[in-house]
Structures are given as structure tokens and as C-alpha cells.
């Protein structure tokens, strides 16, 4: 008898410490109304997001308390916290793993050899369909998936009841960027969504465009090599100048030589992208090509920052930034206090024989330790608004940017889709908003926000860390005026991906932006639209 009481207490303690990292209810319950109060007062609203969503994400959070508190397992907490963080509708803001706090079984992760895309012919009723294939794909199975096939169920489920299901654990601020990168990671196992919604293997059930349906299954691989990629350029009569090497953009030249046009390929705002739009502009200067016109393919682009200053290189027209403000609450003062720490170690390591771009980072330290203190004192709910971060003007300045002392004369077409957002969605409304040039195929993913703020979530009157929360502390302001968060701009000519234009989608644009330029009167610039 004393045997089994000391297994029995063995096996018991066992438990308790491996769902310790959970809490007790009782822990659950002050987390959630922690998450709660600081939510009330942290995070910056879109009110044209919630209206145009047709939700109340206040409402919605509430409605996950009990999941939350009966949360008793590390995983179920984490995925009811990512729930509880996803009802916000912002593509930005996560939970994540942090050391000491709750712990995930391990998983095979994996990536299937088929992709997906999205057929957006019927905006009331996107679908998905076979958009690539891994090379070696007769080697996973017998039946060949074909280019353009629907699908309809995974693991047996029908696809609209997996999105759906899917929907609540995934960051997204429009359904379109919903849908869209739900498509691209539909094949691939990782943490996004909870393990009850993988199996060993994945069966895809699929619907040719004539034919009966058809099921196979696939393994998922450690890697694959795709046929066509995520990344599809497709621009015939130009060539790419492979001197030109940089991460932000790729530069193609025309081979006719009559033609005065470049094709910019945007992959995103990344750190060398004010010396790659410096390059660009030396090497049209040399080539004298500093009065072609532009496309730009900001189809696959993602985000990051200095859209601002290359537009002041790209356009010869003035133009207004995007702005933005920051919620004024409990964390401000920490917030300003971590920010200006960052800027003085930043500035006593900088080489000050280097290239600076319009600022150094003052002019948000000035109105950070500023205006935005006194609001705070004044118990104000927002700051002022000002340019984006005051990354280029500071706080009192009129918004509006002059073009660089050298820049492109010529007119300007751009591409855009729902893939990516953050700093794009910013590029598109500085572009649409003061109609710098004629804008092409979708709307991007809409999701912008000024600031974010971060913190390790900790089980209320302890020192246990749970997982890390953010909160959206700061709205973007497009030019126009509005809220940028999940209020993207609309571009001047829609014109949808489907799976019948999906693989020569870049090449029809191409032909239509071609088109438009050549329609314009050769002496018409962008200062005269």
C-alpha cells in the first residue's frame, strides 16, 4: 500500500510539473484580465478596419475568457493567448515563446510539395488553387496535381471550414492578405496553428477545371525545390543589370534601346535602401536614363523603412508623407525612455564621415522628449500627429517632401497585391494619396501601424513568465488623412489574379503598364496630372 501511495504521489508530481508553466486557474484568470485592462489603454484603434471587418475586437476578447482560464496545458494556453491576441485583427502584433515560460512539444515541421495561390476573380468568393510544384514531384505521388486546380478539402475537411477554423490563430488585418498568405503556408507544418491541425501527411482533395475531383496524398519535406517559386519575374524585353546588387530592389534595363522605360523589382524597405536608390539614380545619370519612365513590381514587396526618401528620388513631384501618433498610456514614458537609450548608444557608435540620409534620428527624439511628454502630462489619449516617426521632417513641419536634388523626370506605373504590407502599404498610399503615378492590380495587405510595444507576459503577482504580447501603441496616418491600418489605398486599376492569369500575371501587367505610358502625351509629366 505504501508502494503505490509513493508512486501514485510520484506520478502526481510529475503532472504538476510538467503543467506548472500553465498556472492555476486562478493565474489564467488575472493574465486574462491583465491582457484586458492593458488593451483598454495601450493599443491604438481602426475604426474603419473594425467597419469595414464588421467587428468589436473589445467584444470579441471577452468572448475568449473561459478558454483562456480553462487553458490547463501549456499548449492549450499558448494557442488560446494567440487566439486572444489574433481577435485584434493587426498582421503585426504576435505571441511568442520566451525562455522560463510556456513550454511547446517539439514538432517535425515540414513543407509539402504543392503551393497555393488565390483566384480572386470573385471578390464575394476567393478560392484556392495549385499554384507550384516541387520538381521531384512524380517522386511523392502518382497522381500529378496540374496548375490551376482547386482545391476543396484538406485532411478530408472542406477548405472553407479549415479557413476558417485557421482564421482566429492568424494575424491579419485584411480578409485579401488573410487569404493570401493562408494560401502560401497552407502546405507547411510549423507552430502557426495548433498541431490538431496537421497530420503525418496531408491530403489535398482538388477539382480540375473539368474532370472530377481527385485526392492525393504528400509527405511533408524538409525542403523543396520549387518549379516556379514565390517570387515569379516575368519581363520580357528587359534584361536584369546584375552589377546592380542590392536586398531593397532589382534594376532591369530595356534591350531595345528606343524603349525609355526601367522595371524596378521591389522585394522590400530594407537597410540599403537609401544607398540602393542613390545607386539607381547614379547609374540612370550615367546611362542617361534619369528621364525614362518607371514600373515597379511591388507585387511580392514587404515592409520595413525609407519608403519616403526614395520616393524624393523616384518622382519629380512633391508629395505628402504618411504620418502617425502614438497612444499615450502607462508604457509612454518607459517607451521614450528605451527609444532615446537606443538613440544616444546609436549615436556615439556612428561614424559621423558616413552618409546620412535627411535625419539622424533627432528629430524623433525632440518630439518624443517634447511635445509627446507634455500630452502625456496633460492627459491627453493620442500624441500630435507628425510624419511617419519624423524619420524625414520634424514634428512641426507641413508633411510634404521635396524631390531630391537629382531624381527621375519621367512618369511612374506600380504594382501592387495583397501579399505584403507594413512600411508598403505606406509606399502605396504616399503613391495613390498624392497620385504620383498610375497604380495596378490589387490593393497591398493594408496592415500599418506607427509603434508597437512589446513586453513578457507574466502570471499576475509572480515572477512566471508566460509568453511575449504586443500592443499596436500608434496609428499610421495616410495622406489623405485616414487611419492606414487595414484601410489599404485602392489602386487605379484592379485587375485580380486568377488561376487561369496566374503564371503570366507579371507579364500582363507589364503589357498594361506599357500601355498606359505609351498613352500619355509624350510631353505629359507627372507635375501636369
Given amino acids: 500500500m505504501k508502494k503505490i501511495t509513493t508512486l501514485f504521489l510520484l506520478f502526481f508530481l510529475l503532472f504538476e510539473t510538467s503543467a506548472q508553466n500553465a498556472g492555476t ?45 480553462n487553458a490547463d496545458t501549456d499548449e492549450k494556453l499558448f494557442y488560446a493567448l494567440t487566439k486572444l491576441s489574433a481577435a485584434r485583427r493587426d498582421r503585426h502584433l504576435s505571441v511568442g515563446k520566451v525562455k522560463g515560460g510556456l513550454d511547446l512539444p517539439v514538432i517535425n515541421q515540414g513543407t509539402a510539395p504543392v503551393r497555393f495561390d488565390v483566384d480572386f476573380s470573385d471578390t464575394t468568393n476567393p478560392f484556392l488553387f ?72 496531408v491530403t489535398l482533395t482538388l477539382k480540375p477545371r473539368k474532370g472530377r475531383e481527385y485526392s492525393v496524398t504528400l509527405p511533408y519535406l524538409e525542403e523543396v ?9 516575368d519581363y520580357p524585353g528587359y534584361e536584369k543589370v546584375t552589377s546592380f546588387e542590392f536586398e531593397s530592389f532589382e534594376l532591369y534595363k530595356p534591350a531595345d534601346p528606343s524603349n525609355k522605360t526601367l522595371v524596378l523589382w521591389w522585394y522590400g524597405f530594407r537597410r540599403d535602401l537609401p544607398e540602393a536608390s542613390d545607386a539607381l539614380v547614379e547609374w540612370a545619370e550615367q546611362n542617361n536614363a534619369l528621364s525614362y519612365d518607371l514600373i515597379i513590381d511591388a507585387i511580392d514587396a514587404r515592409g520595413g523603412s525609407q519608403g519616403a526618401y526614395a520616393l524624393a528620388r523616384l518622382s519629380p513631384k512633391p508629395f505628402k508623407t504618411t504620418g502617425g501618433n502614438l497612444k499615450l498610456s502607462d508604457i509612454t514614458y ?39 511628454l507634455k500630452g502625456l502630462a496633460a492627459g491627453q489619449e493620442y500624441s500630435n500627429n507628425t510624419p511617419f516617426k519624423c524619420a524625414h521632417l520634424p514634428y512641426y513641419s507641413d508633411w510634404i517632401m521635396q524631390p531630391a536634388e537629382k531624381h527621375f523626370t519621367g512618369k511612374m506605373v506600380v504594382m501592387f497585391g495583397p501579399r505584403g ?14 497620385d504620383l503615378g498610375h497604380t495596378i492590380g490589387m490593393q497591398d495587405g493594408g496592415y500599418s501601424n506607427t509603434w508597437e510595444w512589446m513586453e513578457v507576459l507574466k502570471f499576475p503577482g509572480t515572477d512566471k513568465p508566460v509568453t511575449s504580447f504586443m500592443w499596436d501603441i500608434g496609428h499610421t496616418i495616410r495622406p489623405n488623412g485616414q487611419i492606414a491600418e487595414g484601410n489599404p489605398s485602392m489602386v487605379d486599376e484592379y485587375i485580380p489574379v486568377t488561376r487561369d492569369n496566374y503564371l503570366t500575371y507579371k507579364r500582363m501587367l507589364l503589357d498594361k503598364a506599357q500601355k498606359h505610358l505609351q498613352s500619355l502625351p509624350e510631353d505629359v509629366t507627372l507635375m501636369d496630372k
Avoid at 138 to 159: M, V, W
Avoid at 361 to 372: D, H, M, R
Fill in 334 to 372: 518607459q517607451f521614450i525612455s528605451a527609444y532615446t537609450d537606443r538613440y544616444v548608444k546609436r549615436q556615439a557608435q556612428m561614424d559621423h564621415d558616413s552618409r546620412e540620409t535627411e535625419d539622424d534620428g533627432s528629430y524623433a527624439i525632440e518630439w518624443l522628449n517634447g511635445p509627446v
Fill in 225 to 233: 525545390d520549387w518549379k516556379y517559386g514565390v517570387f515569379i519575374r
Fill in 130 to 201: 495549385v499554384a507550384d510544384l516541387d520538381k521531384d514531384i512524380k517522386s511523392h505521388s502518382t497522381k500529378i496535381p496540374a496548375i490551376g486546380d482547386q482545391l476543396i478539402k484538406i485532411n478530408d475537411e472542406e477548405i472553407e471550414s479549415y479557413l476558417n477554423r485557421a482564421k482566429v490563430y492568424i494575424r491579419h488585418s485584411t480578409n485579401e492578405n488573410f487569404i493570401k498568405n493562408m494560401a502560401q503556408r497552407l502546405t507547411i507544418k510549423n507552430r502557426d496553428l495548433p498541431p490538431s491541425f496537421f497530420k503525418d501527411e
Fill in 421 to 434: 504590407g507594413s512600411h508598403l502599404t505606406q509606399f502605396a498610399a504616399m503613391i495613390n494619396d498624392n
Fill in 25 to 69: 486557474k486562478q493565474d489564467r484568470e488575472a493574465l486574462f484580465d491583465y491582457i484586458i485592462e492593458k488593451t483598454k489603454i495601450r493599443e491604438a484603434w481602426s475604426p474603419i478596419k473594425e467597419e469595414r471587418l464588421g467587428y468589436n475586437p473589445m467584444q470579441e476578447m471577452m468572448a475568449l475568457k473561459d478558454e483562456v482560464i
